[in-house]
C-alpha cells in the first residue's frame, strides 16, 4: 500500500452560526494525488467546511495546512496561488459573461501573477497571449471551445459544470475542490464529467468532492468521508463506508 501523504490537513476545525455548531471537525486529512469525496446529509456542513478550507470563511476554532503551509488568516486568493481552488456556481454576473472571458476571470488567481508585470507592457502581452492558450486548450479538453463566444448563461446543466470545472484549472491547481460537480447534470454528461474528474488525478491534482450520487462516488472515489451534523461519523473506502451502520442511520435513511 503506498504510504500516506497528507496534501491537507485539518485539526479541531470549529465554525459556530450564533448557537448553530455548523462544522466541529476534530481531524481531516487528504492524500496527495487522491480523489476523496466528502458526503453527507444536507446541512452537514459540507460547504461551510469547504469555504473554510478555502479562505473563503474563517473557522472560530482550528486550524488547516495545505502543502506544508498554514492556512490561518489566509484569504481566498492567497489559497488560490497557494494551489487550492474550489469551483463556484455560475452567478448570475458570470452569466452575462462569455464563456471565454468567464475563463480569463479565472486566470487571476494564477499562481505568480502579480502587481508589478501589470506595467510592462510586453511581459504583460506575453501573458495575455498565454492566457488566451490556456483557455483554449482547456475549452478543447472540455468540448466547450464552440461555445467560447456564447453566453454562459446559454450553456445546459452540464456545460455550465464543465464551465466552471475549466475555469478553476485557469490557475494550474495542485488541489480542486468541487461542490457537487453532478447536481442538476443529465445523465449523458455525468459520463464526461466523471472521466475529467479522473483525469485531474490523472494530471497529477488532487481532488476533494462534495456529492449527493452515491454511484458516482463508488466509481471514482479512492476515500470517502462521511458528514453529519458538522462532524466526520465515518471515512474509509466506498465499499466500506457504505455498510457503516452510523453512516446508514444519519445518511442513506434520511
Ligand atoms: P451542506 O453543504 O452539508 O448542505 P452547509 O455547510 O451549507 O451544509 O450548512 C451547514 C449548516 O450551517 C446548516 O444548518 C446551514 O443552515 C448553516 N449555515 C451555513 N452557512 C450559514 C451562514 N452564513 N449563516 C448561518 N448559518 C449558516
Ligand atoms: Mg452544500
Given at each position: ?5 497528507a496534501?491537507?490537513?485539518?485539526d479541531?476545525?470549529?465554525?459556530r ?6 462544522v466541529?471537525?476534530?481531524h ?6 487522491s480523489?476523496t469525496?466528502?458526503?453527507g446529509?444536507?446541512g452537514?456542513g459540507?460547504?461551510t467546511f469547504f469555504?473554510l478550507?478555502?479562505?473563503f470563511?474563517?473557522?472560530?476554532e ?13 484569504s ?15 452567478t448570475?454576473a458570470?452569466?452575462r459573461?462569455?464563456v471565454i472571458?468567464?475563463?480569463r476571470?479565472g486566470a487571476?488567481?494564477q499562481?505568480g501573477e502579480?502587481f ?5 507592457p ?6 495575455e497571449r498565454e ?7 482547456l475549452?478543447?479538453?472540455f468540448?466547450?471551445?464552440?461555445k467560447r ?7 445546459s446543466?452540464g ?7 475549466a475555469?478553476a ?8 475542490m468541487?461542490?457537487?460537480p453532478?447536481?442538476?447534470v443529465?445523465p449523458?454528461?455525468?459520463?464526461s464529467?466523471?472521466d475529467?474528474i479522473?483525469?485531474l488525478?490523472d494530471?497529477?491534482?488532487t481532488v ?9 462516488v463508488?466509481?471514482i472515489?479512492?476515500?470517502?468521508v462521511v458528514?453529519a ?10 465499499g466500506t ?14
Open positions: 500500500a503506498p504510504k500516506p501523504d496534501i491537507l490537513v485539518a479541531g476545525v470549529v465554525r452560526f450564533g448557537g448553530l455548531t455548523a466541529s471537525v476534530d481531516f486529512e487528504v492524500q496527495r494525488n480523489i469525496a466528502l458526503i446529509p444536507n452537514a459540507k460547504s469555504n478550507l478555502t479562505g470563511d474563517f473557522a472560530q482550528g486550524e488547516g495546512v495545505f502543502n506544508g503551509r498554514a492556512l490561518k488568516g489566509m481566498s486568493a492567497k489559497v488560490a496561488r497557494a494551489g487550492m481552488v474550489r469551483t463556484f456556481q455560475l448570475k458570470l452569466n459573461m462569455t472571458e468567464n475563463m476571470l487571476q488567481a499562481p502579480n508589478a508585470r501589470a506595467f510592462v510586453p511581459l504583460w502581452r506575453a501573458r492566457i488566451t492558450e490556456q483557455a483554449h486548450a475549452l478543447h479538453r468540448k466547450l471551445y464552440e463566444d456564447d453566453y454562459a448563461g446559454s450553456l446543466g456545460q455550465r459544470k464543465l464551465l466552471e470545472m475555469r484549472l485557469m490557475t494550474k491547481p495542485t488541489m480542486v468541487l461542490d457537487e453532478m447536481a442538476g443529465n449523458a454528461l455525468t459520463e464529467l466523471l475529467h479522473v483525469e488525478k494530471d497529477g491534482m476533494l468532492f462534495v456529492e449527493h450520487d452515491m454511484h458516482m463508488r466509481r472515489s479512492d476515500w470517502v458528514m451534523e458538522g462532524r466526520i461519523i465515518a471515512e474509509g473506502p466506498a463506508v457504505m455498510s457503516n451502520q452510523a453512516v446508514q442511520d444519519a445518511y442513506l435513511g434520511a
